[in-house]
Structures are given as structure tokens and as C-alpha cells.
């Protein structure tokens, strides 16, 4: 348990609402905001990603507690600390962390004015909402907690870890609409998910005299699937395990299809409005298999001596083996090798937007001719992100403010209300020195002083080269 | 100030987006982690205490009697494994543990139930016992035995995996009647440190 803790702590200290990229978001001027909106309007004719470095996203948070709750500096014992965030967090709370690594990345506009996007990037994603029932009965243990019934649901945890192979393209339909869609195929390198759990475990005094308690275990469904890892208990070292997991990234996982859309859409000559909803699809687990399952209840009241009459050398009842035998025919634990289906985290993000100032390049508004990759120099919108977790989804609320300066500097600053935090203040920058595009992108700024403070980070950088029309 | 200017490389006037976005870089790496007390993570101690049913058993007064031999028995055991009780996670964690044995008698003799500990390798670690009050038929006479167990004999309580129970009766006859019943639990007190 206190190795969960640590873990649980070293997560919030790595490491917002996971996957949430607010402020690359609707950032045109970096070829990556193709991948949060396949329709957005894509400025550049053609862009390559420079490997490994196109694209580096890490993301980690808490929503409930930060790295300061626990080891800042105090002079509360640590134990206390622990002890009433323990009763402070609910069930509702969760630890997640993502990390993205692009390793390829390119896109060209072809004669037919459509733009063509494609590449692969590593993710991984993890979520664990935070088990408080278990967490009080390992932390208090059940003396204290006579008839509660602790709830066995509240484990709820996935981890992916995904190579993802995409092409997507994008065409400006109409001067007012521009539209994308990218097709994705996953290899799933390592999966383990247990959600969807039911059951509770109560300790009460017994009432029909049999003994002091009944500890009793009520219709338990507790389910952890996992693919890619059975096999890896065989492996030697982690240098064999490292090997054989990076030997899955290409297509050699268990494999999944999916698809984003996109589109921006020009309410008006001043007015954008943007949506885009991303991987719609699923990961089919074939591939080394095993999902554990304990189903049943069972009431627990120790072992009852009934002394038989021996003979000298006879031996005795196997009573605590009886009771194990007994306890697995009642909550049978199977493993089950049959395949699975996940579905991936599906995301929505959607905007609107205010553009005013000049129109960038010095152009007067074509008001005839409203939206048609015009550029104001600056603006100011809303935006609205969800994704798809196992107790339901979780929302951001974003407002922002987009500035270009020059032809080579653009920046945005965000301010979004989320699980972790109502004032998660963001800012990324753009800058094209020559044929070279980089960006970089952070929230939770005000957090910086002490980042231990902060229930969640987030940073994106990237490197590409853009060739203009 | 001038001469700051004359040291600036060319590239980064011409193209000021530069250094900005190199101080903004920096600026996200100068982000710190203060006030904070790592080491302090040393002195976390998980201090679960737990209630567990132990064993329970229902005697009747003829089973003190053995109507083949017509002979009374004076002695009966049982023995139980308690596996977990010498698992490496216990006799580390395990700072103290206290019995609860609660007795019920309507027969009218009173009892001598010794609990005895025994290892993997059937050596006693930890003895005890208590006696039981007689009781009647009219009148059930209950008897609550606790034995606490800590410090060093946690140490030789740990290391048995199985229990020896005996219960003696002074005398037993065809006649007699009643039931002697335990129900009994124990709680451990674990300190959960690495």
C-alpha cells in the first residue's frame, strides 16, 4: 500500500485534464494543431516534422491533491497529512497522465487544394480515479468501520500504451467551411483496465450467533483485463521487457482502427466557430490475453473446530484449506484468455472565436468574400474540451487570447476552469525563423513559483519545417 | 547597453522571436519546486487496525462422554492452520495482536481450554489458556478471556501457522448435558512502514 502511495505521489509530482492541449488548439501556425482539428485551415503548402523532437507532450495531474498537500514542508505529521486528504478526496477524483512522442510527421497541399497529413506518434495514457474506500480500510484497516460497506467499485483504473499510425486530409469546401477527417490504425503495445466493478466488503456484528462478526463480500464483479503483459512475466531484466514491449510499436500489438473529424466554419467575416471530435474507435485485444475475473459474494465468520474422534495419527480436519476451497467456489477467481474490445478515449473540442484588429498581412476584410483564410491579428474565444473517461466525462472550459505579431511570432493565452483547477493559466508561442517552425506550450503558469503546488502541468514543444505557399 | 546590443548574434535581431521565445523557454524550465520535504516520505506509516473472526466451535456436554467405551473424555482437541499468520507481511507488519475469546456454558462444569501455537514444523512458539466457568441449564455463564500479545512474543506468535486447541473438563458422566460454545476474534494492530 505505501508503494501505491508512492506512486500515486511521484505521478502528481511528473506530471492536467490529461490530453487536453488548450493552447496548441486552434493554433494554426503549427502544423500539429492539424491532429487536435483535422478541419482546421491549414496555412502552409508543406511541412515535415523534424523525427522524434515534431512533437513532445507530457501531462500529469491530480485532481484533488498536489505534491504540496503531502510533503510541503509542515509541521503536521505527514501521516495526518495523508490521513485527512485520504477522507478529503472522493471517489470522483483521479490521477492521470499522458505522454505523446511524435516520431514522423509530414504534410503537403496537393494540386487538387487538398491538404494531406499523415504520420505516427507513441502515447500513453493513464487514468486511476481514486479507490477512497479502499484507500480508508488500508489506511484505518476495519475496526472503526463496523456495518459501512466498503465499495469495491471504486477501482477504476486504464493504462494504453499506443503506437498510432495517422494520415488525414483537409480541403476548404466552401470559403466559409473547411473540412478534415484522419483515419487512424492503433498497435497497442501494453493495455490494463479494470472498470465497470462492483461489490462491497462489510464488516458487521454477526446477528445469527454463529461468531463475533460476519465479514461479508456482496455480489462482487471485479474485473482486470490486460493484453500485452502475461507474456512479458517471462522475459528477463527490464532491457528483455523494454526490448519485447518497443517491439510491438510497429503493427506488431494488438491492432485498432479509428478515425478524427474536423471542421472550421466562418459564422461571419469576424466570427469562427470550430469543432472536431478525435478518436472515434476502438483497439481489438487478440493478442496475448489475460483478463482476471472474481464474481459472488461470501460471508466470513472463521473457522469452526468441531472436534472429531481420532485415532492416534489421524490426522486433523483441513479446516483453513476447506475454507480456501470454500471461499473460491463462492468467489471464483478465472482467467480468461478470450479477446476484448476497448474503446479509445474520445475527445471533443470545439471553439468560438472573435478576430479584430488588422487582418494579418496588412489586407483590408473581404467582406464579400468573409473567412477565406484571412488571419486577424488578434482574437478572442471560447472553447470547450470533453473526453471519454470510465466514470463518465470530463470537462475544461477555456477563454483565450490570440495575438500574432509578425509574420514569424504568434501566441495565445489561455485561462481554463477544469477537474483540477479554476484558474489554470496557459501560453504557448509560435516562432518561424526561416523555414523553421517552433512551438512551445504550457499551462498552470501560475503555478511556476512552486510547481508542487499545482494539481496539474502540461507542456508541449515541437520542432518542424514549414514550407509556405 | 550598446555594447550588449554589439554582442547579439545577427540572426537574433533580425529575427527577435528568437530570444522571446528562448526567454519563454526559459522561463518554463526555471519553474521550481520549493518548501517541499521529500525525505519526509521516510516516515510514512500505514497503522490499519483489523478485526478478523478466529475460530468458533458449538460443544455439547456428550461429546465429554464416549458412549461406546462408556468412558468419559476428558480431553478433546482440534488443531487449525492459520496460514497467513507467518507470512513474511505479518511478521514484519504485525505490532500487536489481542484475542477475544468469548465463552458460553450451560454445562455445569466448569472447562480448561488451552490455546497452543505450533510452527510449520509442529514446535510450540506461544502458549495460553484461560478457564471457564461452569454454568446450568437455567443459568448460561459467560466467560471473556483477552490475551494481548506484543514486543518480543509477537515475534513467536508470528511464527506459528496453525493452532492446537484443548478443552478439559474435571469430569464427564452420560448424563450430563448442556453446551459449552466460543466465538472468539482477534485484532491486529499492523505498522506498515516500506
Known amino acids: 500500500?505505501?508503494?501505491?502511495?508512492?506512486?500515486?505521489?511521484?505521478?502528481?509530482?511528473?506530471?492536467?485534464?490529461?490530453?487536453?492541449?488548450?493552447?496548441?488548439?486552434?493554433?494554426?501556425?503549427?502544423?500539429?494543431?492539424?491532429?487536435?482539428?483535422?478541419?482546421?485551415?491549414?496555412?502552409?503548402?508543406?511541412?515535415?516534422?523534424?523525427?522524434?523532437?515534431?512533437?513532445?507532450?507530457?501531462?500529469?495531474?491530480?485532481?484533488?491533491?498536489?505534491?504540496?498537500?503531502?510533503?510541503?514542508?509542515?509541521?503536521?505529521?505527514?501521516?495526518?497529512?495523508?490521513?485527512?486528504?485520504?477522507?478529503?478526496?472522493?471517489?470522483?477524483?483521479?490521477?492521470?497522465?499522458?505522454?505523446?512522442?511524435?516520431?514522423?510527421?509530414?504534410?503537403?497541399?496537393?494540386?487538387?487544394?487538398?491538404?494531406?497529413?499523415?504520420?505516427?506518434?507513441?502515447?500513453?495514457?493513464?487514468?486511476?480515479?481514486?479507490?477512497?474506500?479502499?484507500?480508508?480500510?488500508?489506511?484505518?484497516?476495519?475496526?472503526?468501520?463496523?456495518?459501512?460497506?466498503?465499495?469495491?467499485?471504486?477501482?477504476?483504473?486504464?493504462?494504453?500504451?499506443?503506437?498510432?499510425?495517422?494520415?488525414?486530409?483537409?480541403?476548404?469546401?466552401?470559403?466559409?467551411?473547411?473540412?478534415g477527417v484522419r483515419g487512424k490504425v492503433y498497435s497497442n503495445m501494453l493495455n490494463i483496465s479494470s472498470t465497470n466493478n462492483t461489490g462491497t466488503f462489510t464488516t458487521s456484528l454477526d446477528t445469527d450467533g454463529v461468531n463475533i462478526y460476519d465479514h461479508t463480500v456482496t455480489d462482487a464483479n471485479v474485473t482486470v483485463q490486460t493484453s500485452g503483459v502475461a507474456s512479458l512475466e517471462e522475459k528477463n531484466g527490464a532491457g528483455e521487457v523494454a526490448g519485447s514491449v518497443l517491439g510491438r510499436a510497429f503493427f506488431g500489438g494488438n491492432l485498432g482502427v479509428g478515425i478524427d473529424i474536423g471542421a472550421t466554419y466562418h459564422v461571419s467575416d469576424r466570427i469562427t466557430a470550430t469543432a472536431s471530435v478525435l478518436d472515434i474507435g476502438a483497439v481489438f485485444h487478440t493478442k496475448d490475453v489475460e483478463t482476471y475475473n472474481a464474481e459472488g459474494s461470501y460471508t466470513l465468520n472463521g473457522i469452526e473446530l468441531i472436534f472429531p474422534p481420532l485415532n492416534q495419527g489421524e490426522a486433523t480436519i483441513p479446516y483453513f484449506g476447506n475454507l480456501e476451497d470454500e471461499i473460491e467456489?463462492?468467489?471464483?477467481?478465472?482467467?480468461?484468455?478470450?479477446?476484448?474490445?476497448?474503446?479509445?478515449?474520445?475527445?471533443?473540442?470545439?471553439?468560438?472565436?472573435?478576430?479584430?484588429?488588422?487582418?494579418?498581412?496588412?489586407?483590408?476584410?473581404?467582406?464579400?468574400?468573409?473567412?477565406?483564410?484571412?488571419?486577424?491579428?488578434?482574437?478572442?474565444?471560447?472553447?470547450?474540451?470533453?473526453?471519454?473517461?470510465?466514470?463518465?466525462?470530463?470537462?475544461?472550459?477555456?477563454?483565450?487570447?490570440?495575438?500574432?505579431?509578425?509574420e514569424g511570432l504568434s501566441a495565445k493565452a489561455t485561462y481554463t476552469v477544469d477537474s483540477f483547477s479554476a484558474s489554470n493559466v496557459g501560453l504557448g508561442v509560435v516562432a518561424n525563423v526561416g523555414k523553421l517552425n517552433m512551438f512551445?506550450?504550457?499551462?498552470?503558469?501560475?503555478?511556476?513559483?512552486?510547481?508542487?503546488k499545482a494539481k496539474s502541468v502540461s507542456l508541449q514543444l515541437g520542432f518542424n519545417i514549414i514550407i509556405d505557399e | 547597453m550598446g555594447v550588449i546590443i554589439a554582442h547579439i548574434p545577427k540572426c537574433m535581431l533580425k529575427n527577435p522571436q528568437i530570444p522571446l521565445f528562448i526567454l519563454i523557454g526559459a522561463f518554463l524550465c526555471l519553474s521550481c519546486v520549493k518548501d517541499t520535504?521529500?525525505?519526509?516520505?521516510?516516515?510514512?506509516?500505514?497503522?490499519?487496525?483489523?478485526?478478523?473472526?478466529?475460530?468458533?466451535?458449538?460443544?455439547?456436554?456428550?461429546?465429554?462422554?464416549?458412549?461406546?467405551s462408556n468412558t468419559p473424555r476428558l480431553q478433546i482437541i482440534d488443531t487449525t492452520e492459520i496460514k497467513f499468520l507467518d507470512d513474511a507481511f505479518v511478521q514484519e507488519d504485525l505490532e500487536r495482536a489481542e484475542f477475544l475469546f468469548n465463552f458460553t456454558n450451560s454445562i455445569p462444569r466448569s472447562f480448561q481450554v488451552g490455546f497452543q501455537f505450533l510452527n510449520e514444523q509442529n514446535d510450540t512458539t506461544y502458549t495460553t489458556q484461560t478457564n471457564v466457568l461452569a454454568g446450568t441449564a437455567l443459568d448460561t455463564e459467560t466467560t471473556i478471556f483477552t490475551e494481548a500479545v506484543a514486543n518480543e512474543e509477537i515475534m513467536d506468535l508470528t511464527r506459528a501457522n496453525k493452532v492446537v486447541v484443548a478443552v478439559t473438563i474435571p469430569s464427564a458422566d452420560a448424563a450430563l448435558e448442556g453446551m459449552l460454545n466460543l466465538k472468539s476474534k482477534t485484532t491486529y494492530f499492523l505498522e506498515i512502514e516500506d
Open chain 1, 329 to 406: 467456489e463462492e468467489i471464483p477467481i478465472d482467467t480468461l484468455t478470450s479477446g476484448y474490445t476497448r474503446w479509445r478515449p474520445l475527445k471533443v473540442n470545439a471553439s468560438a472565436e472573435y478576430g479584430f484588429g488588422n487582418i494579418f498581412g496588412g489586407g483590408e476584410c473581404d467582406c464579400r468574400n468573409p473567412g477565406a483564410s484571412q488571419t486577424w491579428q488578434q482574437a478572442v474565444g471560447v472553447q470547450y474540451y470533453a473526453i471519454a473517461r470510465p466514470k463518465g466525462p470530463q470537462m475544461a472550459g477555456t477563454i483565450y487570447y490570440r495575438r500574432t505579431f509578425t
Open chain 1, 1 to 179: 500500500m505505501k508503494n501505491c502511495c508512492y506512486v500515486l505521489f511521484a505521478l502528481m509530482a511528473v506530471v492536467c485534464n490529461a490530453q487536453n492541449k488548450q493552447v496548441l488548439y486552434g493554433l494554426k501556425e503549427t502544423p500539429q494543431s492539424v491532429l487536435l482539428n483535422p478541419g482546421i485551415e491549414v496555412p502552409q503548402k508543406v511541412h515535415f516534422g523534424i523525427p522524434f523532437l515534431s512533437q513532445i507532450h507530457v501531462n500529469a495531474g491530480s485532481s484533488g491533491v498536489t505534491v504540496f498537500d503531502i510533503f510541503g514542508a509542515s509541521d503536521l505529521d505527514i501521516n495526518q497529512r495523508i490521513r485527512s486528504k485520504i477522507f478529503e478526496l472522493s471517489d470522483k477524483d483521479f490521477f492521470t497522465a499522458t505522454q505523446q512522442l511524435e516520431l514522423f510527421n509530414i504534410g503537403w497541399r496537393s494540386k487538387g487544394d487538398i491538404y494531406f497529413s499523415g504520420g505516427i506518434y507513441q502515447e500513453l495514457d493513464f487514468i486511476s480515479y481514486f479507490p477512497r474506500d479502499l484507500a480508508i480500510l488500508a489506511w484505518e484497516g476495519n475496526r472503526d468501520y463496523l456495518d459501512y460497506p466498503f465499495d469495491l467499485g471504486q477501482l477504476s483504473v486504464t493504462a494504453d500504451l499506443t503506437t498510432v499510425y495517422h494520415f488525414g486530409v483537409n480541403k476548404q469546401l466552401a470559403n466559409r467551411l473547411t473540412v
Open chain 1, 440 to 452: 512551445l506550450a504550457a499551462d498552470n503558469l501560475l503555478t511556476y513559483g512552486n510547481i508542487a
Open chain 2, 37 to 68: 520535504n521529500f525525505d519526509d516520505a521516510d516516515n510514512i506509516v500505514l497503522t490499519p487496525v483489523v478485526e478478523l473472526d478466529l475460530i468458533y466451535f458449538n460443544l455439547n456436554a456428550s461429546d465429554f462422554f464416549d458412549t461406546i
